[in-house]
């Protein structure tokens, strides 16, 4: 059972030590951010250990004061909310070594609070569910070697 313990482990710390998540491409109105200006961003997942990831669903938060929403135009600034409820930023498949990718659809928004604020920090992103599969480790993986298992014919050849 310890390989089963060990490899339930590796996968729970596995976003941990493997995953990073960075809001990118964000916009906003002017050279500086006022109170309440309105912006866009997107959020890139990147993955540099041996699984492939699917079903990535990201939890967006708004920080000190800072409201976010989901892409389209008629969604409401909230607290936070998660991608996986907007079927266009849900992220099927993130490949392992080195994979990245980028939320797709429209930019998601935030809204700037109403004044100062306690720390600079305006949205989270978390990784809120994922699958993953082994489909990189086991095709990946599976070059021919120098010493790969070999068949063979022998006999011995008579003269006519």
Excluded at 135 to 145: E, M, T
Aim: proline share 7%; aromatic share 6%.
């Amino acid at each position: 059972m310890a390989f089963f313990d060990d490899m339930t482990n590796a996968l729970e710390t596995y976003p941990v030590a493997n995953v990073t998540l960075e809001i990118i491409e964000v916009d906003f109105p002017g050279g500086a951010l006022n109170a309440r200006d309105e912006g866009t961003f997107r959020v890139r997942i990147n993955n540099n250990g041996p699984l492939e990831l699917t079903d990535v669903a990201l939890k967006i938060s708004g920080q000190n004061g800072a409201t976010v929403a989901n892409n389209g135009a008629a969604s409401a600034f909230v607290s936070e909310f998660v991608t996986q409820t907007n079927p266009v930023q849900q992220v099927p498949t993130v490949s392992g070594h080195n994979g990245s990718v980028i939320t797709t659809g429209s930019p998601m928004k935030f809204k700037a609070p109403n004044g100062e604020q306690a720390s600079k920090t305006l949205i989270k992103v978390t990784l809120e569910g994922w699958n993953a599969n082994l489909n990189h480790i086991l095709n990946g993986h599976s070059d021919p070697l120098p010493v790969a298992p070999k068949g063979t014919f022998a006999a011995v050849v008579e003269p006519r």
